[in-house]
């Protein structure tokens, strides 16, 4: 007699438990890959990941440094030191060295005032090129904080004049004229507006642009930040926008631009305080460019590189090329670097 239970219990068949173990199988096989995978993603010391980020890091901090340097002290093959403006609020000028000892596997050290640092961990070469020539130069150079580089107007403005839609209000920067600035930054810039009609989601923009020597834009923006027109009282009020650090030769060429962002507000609620006695370009609804009767009352905060010695022919730094070789795969990386002034040589 054959006696089966009234509930069977489950499982599974010969051809499903085979199944299942080739397909587990499959899987198995395909783990020390994806290990393999995911440990070369991995930056690992002297993985090219590692190596790009000091390479690129290098590079920006001697561009950096060039740019605004005095004087070079000491350049060689493997090295270079230079005077650049105080960094810590002395007013004493600081010393800076980029080297790299000469075998490979050396790191590339940067010290300032002698307290040292490591940029690349370790380089196969590090090598510097000078294209160098002589020229006529300052023989001291002293970075100036200016409370002001340059002021479009008096502090009390005589009107305002709405913002169009498709151009805006241009003013030309006052850049320093004196004879012994070498090159000024920009870092604030102030303008008075007001919003009559504020509407969500418009904005104000303001701008430092490159112009024309008649005052018409180029095209080129160095910097830019919006304003939204909510955050904008009804009365006129300056209003300060913080720019990343920007810095030009003497005789650049720059404007300050309101625009607004859209029809919304169009002629209508945003404007900016005006004087007169200067010139302003204005431009409507993407018109060209022509000059105005009144002037944009704003202010441009920044700081100016002034000489303060007198001229003596110097051999001069007027290019450093950079080549950098680093990593267990000797990725070569290289750069040329153009000071903002040309920089004496030993």
Not at 34 to 53: E, V
Request: with cysteine.
């Amino acid at each position: 007699m054959n006696i089966r239970p009234n509930n069977p219990v489950p499982g599974f068949t010969l051809v499903e438990l085979l199944l299942a173990l080739a397909i587990s199988a499959v899987v198995m096989s395909s783990v020390p890959m994806m290990i393999s995978l995911s440990s070369r993603a991995t930056p690992t010391d002297g993985g090219i990941q590692t190596t790009a980020a000091e390479a690129a890091d290098c590079f920006a901090q001697l561009t950096a440094d060039l740019q605004l340097a005095m004087a070079v002290t000491e350049l060689t093959a493997n090295s270079i030191t230079m005077t650049v403006p105080s960094r810590d609020g002395s007013g004493v000028a600081q010393t800076i060295r980029y080297a790299w000892g000469g075998t490979p596997g050396d790191p590339v050290t940067i010290a300032l005032d002698g307290v040292e640092g490591v940029l690349v961990t370790a380089a196969a070469d590090f090598t510097l090129g000078a294209v160098s020539g002589v020229h006529s130069v300052v023989t001291e150079q002293t970075l100036v904080s200016a409370s002001a580089v340059g002021i479009q107007a008096a502090t009390s403005s005589s009107g305002a004049a709405k913002i169009p839609f498709g151009g805006g209000f241009l003013q030309a920067v006052a850049t320093p004229a004196d004879a012994d600035v070498l090159g000024w930054a920009v870092t604030e810039v102030v303008v008075g507006l007001k919003c009559a009609g504020a509407s969500a989601g418009e904005s104000v923009g303001v701008s430092l642009v490159a112009i024309t020597g008649a005052g018409v834009p180029t095209g080129v923006v160095y910097a830019t930040t919006q304003l939204d027109s909510t955050a904008i009282s009804s009365a006129i009020t300056d209003y300060a926008f913080q720019m990343p650090p920007l810095w030009l030769p003497r005789n650049e060429r720059l404007g300050v631009l309101v625009t607004i962002s859209s029809t919304a507000i169009k002629n209508t609620s945003v404007g900016h305080a005006t004087s007169t006695g200067e010139t302003m370009y204005y431009s409507a609804d993407g018109l060209s460019w022509a000059a105005h009767a009144q002037a944009m009352q704003h202010k441009v905060v920044g700081t100016i590189l002034r000489s303060t010695g007198g001229a003596a022919d110097r051999t001069c730094l007027e290019r450093l090329d950079v080549s950098l070789t680093t990593g267990d795969g000797a990725w070569v990386y290289a750069t040329s670097v153009t000071p903002l002034n040309m920089v004496r040589m030993p």
